[in-house]
Structures are given as structure tokens and as C-alpha cells.
């Protein structure tokens, strides 16, 4: 799978843009501020029906206007495929594939993976387990269709439930029947989901190994552990005994939503004892085994982002990084402030890219 062209419109910085691209390496290059990471996004947003940094839809929109489009052309097994997403403000997101509307824009997720690897992603292991449940969420849902709606619906219910809590707060009086209705549902979707996180995570670990040995090169215990409470309880005993608190606290204390990922490295925990240096290693082996994985069960590969990549990792890791590229990632975006050094490390690995200059909402592709 590639992307072939992109047209933007009133997206970002970009009072419009018209671009074609290689199959192979695309490379971004201008200062910083200039729209790079913004061409990105518009990508990801065709992959994720979202902004990967906007917190809403109207965020993407041209300072002065008053709607946005994306469109871009993708070719599966050499096939045509065009998306256009566009939002104006007070109005409905439309979102398009092949001029048909999407009516849950959840049944687009998955069909035209996209990879993002950017500087803010040691996040992953800096903050809290709502970014590490979020990461793996993302990933079990492009392949698992059930799972997202199951997560979808889990959530609803959750929502619902907490707004009941907060309701028995006001009234003083709580209706353990009404509450019981919706903890039946997050018992049968919550169970569901966490079978299918154990899987994952099992299936995850050892392409995580691998990559994580070959970016360090040498040998560190690493780990990944799938931590939740459903290992020691089950759903229905852990909300029953939670009742009294969750009634105290206006929320659901006991559930997968409150599942994490644990990272370590020899014996110790990633985030507290992990240097940056070992933090970065073990963000860049988690997309690298997304993207193996993601290739493995869909049949072709996912589009890899690298957003500012090479200012912040050392010269050994880009080294690897690079070799990866020339053994085939597919499809990849690359943006850099300095073009000088990005043409030697392609120049370095005998790999030929397709250029472009960024310049405030201008871009001009290299002949």
C-alpha cells in the first residue's frame, strides 16, 4: 500500500497544497515551524479519521476559514483508492472513501494503516497508563474489528455507569438494580476485551525482543507486561466489591480501563531506572513491532511517518534505523530541518528519495 497524491485545503498552514509522492522514500525538509509535521498529520488523519496532535477537528482548520479537506489517492495491490475527509465548522465531519460516506467512522480504522514515529512518543513510558492502554488499543483495533467495537461500547457503558454514581451522590439514595445493569455489560464486553489484550500481548513480546536487541545490539533483558486487575479477580467480584468506593468516588475504580503496560528492562522499571537513551530505543521497537505485526495479519505494508526522527536520536541508532530502510520499510515520509544531512544518510545506504522543500505553507518538490 502506498500513498500516491494528497490535496489539502484550508488544512493547518496550508491555504492549499498539491502533492505526488514516491512509493518508496519521501523526504520533507524545511525549518522548523514551517508545515512538516502539519503534511503528516494530514496523512495520519486519512488513516485515523483524526488529527494525531489536534485535540479537535476544528483545530485542523485554516486560521480565517471556516472548513478543511484532505483527499488523497492510495493504491492496495495496485488498485485506486480515493479519501477525502472535511470538516467545517458546525457541521458534521464528512469523511469519504471511493465518493461513498462512512456512516461510523470507526468501520474506516484499520483499512489503511499508518505508522507514526515522532519525538513526543517516550510518552509512552514517561506518563501515565492511559498512553500505554491507549497505544495498544490503537494497534489490536486496525486488525480486530470486534475488538473496537467492543471497546467503543465498553466505554459508552462505562460513561453511563459514572454519570448513574454521580446521580446516586446528588440523590443521596442509590439504585443498586440500575447500576446492575450496566455492570452486566461492562462484565461481558470487559471480559471479551481482556482476553484479547492477553493475546496480543503475548503475540506482541517476542517481535518486540527482536527489534529492541537489534536497535541496541547487545543483549538486555526487556519486558512488557500486560498488567490488569482481571488477573487476580474476576469482572463481577471486583465491582461488587467496589460499590461503596466507586459510590464515594463518582466513578468505576475497578475495570480494564484501568489496565496498564509494564516496561522493564533487567529488573528494574523502565520508567524510573531507564536512561533516555534506553527509553528511546524501547519506544522505536515498539513501532517497529507494530508495523511487523500490522504487515504480518493485513498481507502489505503499513505507511511509516518519521517526524524529526534523526534530531534526537545518536548516531548509532540512526544507523540502524537506516539499514531497516534499506531492507524495505514500504511507503515512508521522512522530515528533517537539515536536508544536508538527510542526503547523506540516504546517500550513506545508497538510497534514492523524492524531495521536498517546506517554506510556510509552500512546498516545492525537488526534480
Same mark, same amino acid.
Given at each position: 500500500?502506498? $500513498?500516491?497524491?494528497?490535496?489539502?485545503?484550508?488544512?493547518?498552514?496550508? /491555504?492549499?497544497?498539491?502533492?505526488?509522492?514516491?512509493?518508496a522514500?519521501?523526504?520533507?525538509?524545511?525549518?522548523?515551524?514551517?508545515?512538516?509535521?502539519?503534511?503528516?498529520?494530514?496523512?495520519?488523519?486519512?488513516?485515523?479519521?483524526?488529527?494525531?496532535?489536534?485535540?479537535?477537528?476544528?483545530q485542523?482548520?485554516?486560521?480565517g476559514? %471556516?472548513?478543511?479537506?484532505?483527499?488523497?489517492?492510495?493504491?492496495?495491490?495496485?488498485?485506486?483508492?480515493?479519501?477525502? %475527509? %472535511?470538516?467545517?465548522? +458546525? &457541521?458534521?465531519?464528512?469523511?469519504?472513501e471511493? +465518493? &461513498?460516506?462512512?456512516?461510523?467512522?470507526?468501520?474506516?480504522?484499520?483499512?489503511?494503516?499508518?505508522?507514526?514515529?515522532?519525538?513526543?512518543?517516550?510518552?509512552?513510558?514517561?506518563?501515565?497508563?492511559?498512553?500505554?492502554?491507549?497505544?495498544?488499543?490503537?494497534?489490536?483495533?486496525?486488525?480486530?474489528?470486534?475488538?473496537?467495537?467492543?471497546?467503543?461500547?465498553?466505554?459508552?457503558?462505562?460513561?453511563?455507569?459514572?454519570?448513574?454514581?454521580?446521580?446516586?451522590?446528588?440523590?443521596?439514595?442509590?439504585?443498586?438494580?440500575? $447500576?446492575?445493569?450496566?455492570?452486566?455489560?461492562?462484565?461481558?464486553?470487559?471480559?471479551?476485551?481482556?482476553?484479547?489484550r492477553v493475546?496480543?500481548?503475548?503475540?506482541?513480546? /517476542?517481535?518486540?525482543? @527482536?527489534?529492541?536487541?537489534?536497535?541496541?545490539?547487545?543483549?538486555?533483558?526487556?519486558?512488557?507486561?500486560?498488567?490488569?486487575?482481571? !488477573?487476580?479477580? &474476576?469482572?463481577?467480584?471486583?465491582?461488587l466489591?467496589?460499590?461503596?468506593k466507586?459510590?464515594?468516588?463518582?466513578?468505576?475504580?475497578?475495570?480494564?480501563?484501568?489496565?496498564?503496560?509494564?516496561?522493564?528492562?533487567?529488573?528494574?522499571?523502565? !520508567?524510573?531506572?531507564?536512561?533516555?537513551?534506553?527509553?528511546?530505543?524501547?519506544?522505536?521497537?515498539?513501532?517497529?513491532?507494530?508495523?511487523?505485526i500490522?504487515?504480518?495479519?493485513?498481507?502489505?505494508?503499513?505507511?511509516?511517518?518519521?517526524?524529526?526522527?534523526?534530531?534526537?536520536?545518536?548516531?548509532?541508532?540512526?544507523?540502524?534505523?537506516? @539499514?531497516?530502510? !534499506?531492507?524495505?520499510?514500504?511507503?515512508?515520509?521522512?522530515?528533517?530541518?537539515?536536508?544536508?544531512?538527510? +542526503?547523506?544518510?540516504?546517500?550513506?545506504?545508497?538510497?534514492?528519495?523524492?524531495?521536498?522543500?517546506v517554506? %510556510?505553507?509552500?512546498?516545492?518538490? !525537488?526534480?
Amino acid at each position: 500500500m502506498y $500513498l500516491h497524491d494528497l490535496h489539502l485545503l484550508n488544512f493547518k498552514n496550508y /491555504p492549499e497544497a498539491n502533492l505526488r509522492f514516491s512509493p518508496a522514500v519521501n523526504v520533507l525538509v524545511g525549518k522548523n515551524g514551517s508545515g512538516k509535521t502539519n503534511l503528516l498529520d494530514a496523512i495520519y488523519s486519512l488513516s485515523f479519521t483524526k488529527s494525531a496532535f489536534a485535540s479537535s477537528d476544528t483545530q485542523c482548520i485554516l486560521s480565517g476559514q %471556516s472548513f478543511f479537506m484532505v483527499k488523497g489517492k492510495f493504491y492496495k495491490e495496485n488498485k485506486p483508492y480515493e479519501l477525502v %475527509s %472535511s470538516v467545517q465548522t +458546525g &457541521s458534521k465531519k464528512v469523511f469519504r472513501e471511493e +465518493g &461513498s460516506d462512512y456512516q461510523k467512522l470507526s468501520d474506516h480504522i484499520g483499512k489503511y494503516p499508518v505508522i507514526l514515529i515522532a519525538p513526543d512518543d517516550v510518552d509512552l513510558v514517561r506518563e501515565s497508563s492511559e498512553s500505554r492502554r491507549k497505544f495498544f488499543d490503537s494497534i489490536i483495533s486496525q486488525l480486530d474489528k470486534k475488538y473496537l467495537e467492543a471497546l467503543m461500547q465498553y466505554n459508552q457503558a462505562l460513561k453511563q455507569r459514572n454519570s448513574l454514581l454521580r446521580m446516586f451522590q446528588e440523590r443521596g439514595t442509590p439504585d443498586w438494580l440500575a $447500576l446492575e445493569s450496566y455492570d452486566q455489560v461492562l462484565v461481558r464486553l470487559g471480559e471479551e476485551i481482556f482476553k484479547k489484550r492477553v493475546a496480543f500481548a503475548e503475540e506482541f513480546l /517476542p517481535v518486540f525482543r @527482536k527489534y529492541y536487541q537489534y536497535i541496541v545490539d547487545e543483549v538486555e533483558v526487556t519486558n512488557l507486561d500486560y498488567a490488569s486487575e482481571l !488477573k487476580e479477580k &474476576s469482572f463481577v467480584e471486583g465491582l461488587l466489591k467496589t460499590r461503596q468506593k466507586d459510590l464515594a468516588l463518582q466513578r468505576t475504580s475497578f475495570g480494564i480501563h484501568r489496565d496498564d503496560y509494564v516496561f522493564t528492562l533487567g529488573n528494574g522499571d523502565l !520508567k524510573r531506572l531507564g536512561s533516555q537513551g534506553q527509553q528511546k530505543s524501547f519506544v522505536i521497537a515498539l513501532k517497529l513491532a507494530q508495523f511487523e505485526i500490522i504487515e504480518r495479519i493485513k498481507g502489505f505494508k503499513p505507511i511509516l511517518l518519521l517526524d524529526d526522527i534523526f534530531d534526537k536520536l545518536d548516531d548509532f541508532r540512526i544507523s540502524k534505523l537506516l @539499514k531497516l530502510m !534499506k531492507a524495505d520499510l514500504g511507503q515512508l515520509f521522512i522530515t528533517d530541518a537539515r536536508p544536508d544531512r538527510t +542526503g547523506e544518510l540516504l546517500k550513506s545506504i545508497e538510497v534514492s528519495a523524492t524531495l521536498f522543500f517546506v517554506e %510556510s505553507g509552500n512546498i516545492i518538490q !525537488k526534480q
